[in-house]
Structure formats: C-alpha cells, structure tokens
C-alpha cells in the first residue's frame, strides 16, 4: 500500500501523559497535513509542512501540541501533558504541489484515534 | 473566514432512489471545491473535486456535483444510489491561496437493500 501511513492506529493513554503520533505521507509529496476530527465533526485543519518546514498552524494548535517533519519526509504529532479533550482522530494527509495538474489534492492517511482516560 | 455548512446530518435512503446532499460554503473568493467520502471502517476517499472549468463535474462511482457559484453551493448528486454507496460524506472548501481544507460536518447516508 502506497498511500498515507499513520501509527499507532489507536492510542489509550492516562490523562497528563504525553504521546506521539507518526504520519508517512506519499512518497513524493512534498506537502503533509495534520487534522484533528472529533465524534459528529468533519476533520479541522491543525498545522501542515512543505517538505521540512512548518507553515501555518491552527490556533486549535495549542501549546502542549508540536509537530515536526524533520527530513521533509514523515511527520511527528506530539501532545503533551494530555487531557480528555484531546481525545479525537488525529488525520495525516499529504499531496504534491507545484505541478499544475496536481493542483492541492489531499489524500488522508486512517488517523490515530486517542482515547485519554 | 471559510466555512462549510452540510444540511442533511443523516439520510436514509432505499436502493436505487435519487440522491442529492446539501453543501455551501461561505467565502468571497475564488475556491476549490471537494466531496470526500469515508466507507465504514476506511480512511477518507476522494469522491470529486472542482478547480475550474465546467461547474458540473463528475466522479467516481457514479456520483456528480454541481458548483453553482452564485448560490455558494457544491450540492452532490446520484441518480441512483447502491446499498454499497452507505458511508459518510464530507464536503471541503479550499480558498484559492489557502493551503488548509476546510470540511462540513458531515452526511451520514445508509441505503437500506
């Protein structure tokens, strides 16, 4: 399977731990994108790189929240000092840019559910 | 700021009835359009997307949209649904220069065989 590669697919952690999510994007996009989707929610938009550096992020994105995509190539999610609303489906998706046939066309890993107890 | 407004949260549907799910959107520029779909227990699918062009687009399984600026609307439509076609549906807006999808919140269809 060659499309977006995200680990663990579920996560149970104790309120007040930290965890860390990975996302492997397509191999030759350039651009990744982390999501967070809540229970009867569509997926919100949390932060995204083009190859290695970080662009934008949401102000959904709080402090304990910090991604990185070191090589320009998989991504990290880290949360720290967890609450209970942080449980949600974490969403990767990635997509090439700079052609003008493949325009901005995200293409979304399964996620990593995060239940914090 | 963008926003996407999805009216039907679920629809029950018998098969090979017509189908046709709500989506505007509210932005004044230029944008690009998307329904995805999510089949129980998958990761979100590309279903169409619209760029430019003819605002009647088509895409896989089927299924069409139409962009009807004046309207801020990218409702999506199948003349006849599958049982199959039960999943979730996701409208999503891109603001030309933006790079973030915005998503609605969803449309919970289950066709009854």
């Known amino acids: 399977d060659t499309g977006v590669s995200q680990n663990p697919r579920h996560k149970i952690t104790k309120r007040g731990q930290n965890v860390t999510f990975r996302c492997d994007p397509i191999?030759?996009?350039?651009?990744l994108y982390w999501y967070r989707q809540t229970l009867g929610q569509g997926p919100e938009f949390l932060t995204y790189?083009?190859?290695?550096?970080?662009?934008?992020k949401s102000r959904l994105l709080s402090d304990r929240f910090s991604a990185e995509r070191p090589k320009g190539s998989f991504s990290t999610l880290e949360i720290q000092r967890t609450e209970q609303g942080d449980s949600a489906m974490y969403l990767c998706?990635?997509?090439?840019?700079?052609?003008?046939?493949?325009?901005?066309?995200?293409?979304f890993g399964a996620g990593t559910r995060l239940s914090v107890l | 700021a963008q926003s996407v407004s999805q009216h039907n949260h679920h629809v029950i549907l018998s098969e090979a009835a017509s189908l046709e799910l709500g989506c505007n959107y509210s932005?004044?520029?230029?944008?690009?359009l998307f329904w995805y779909v999510q089949y129980p227990g998958q990761h979100l699918q590309l279903l169409l997307k619209?760029?430019?062009?003819?605002?009647l687009v088509k895409g896989i399984k089927g299924f069409e949209a139409e962009f009807i600026k004046s309207k801020f609307s990218f409702n999506l439509r199948k003349p006849s649904v599958q049982w199959s076609d039960t999943a979730e549906y996701f409208c999503?807006?891109?603001?030309?220069?933006?790079?973030?999808?915005?998503f609605g919140t969803g449309t919970r269809l289950l066709v009854s065989p």
């Open positions: 790189f083009q190859n290695e550096a970080q662009l934008e």
């Open positions: 999503a807006v891109n603001a030309e220069g933006f790079q973030k999808l915005v």
């Open positions: 191999s030759e996009h350039n651009r």
């Open positions: 619209y760029f430019s062009g003819d605002p």
């Open positions: 998706a990635s997509s090439q840019v700079g052609t003008r046939i493949a325009k901005n066309i995200q293409y």
């Open positions: 932005y004044g520029g230029t944008v690009n």
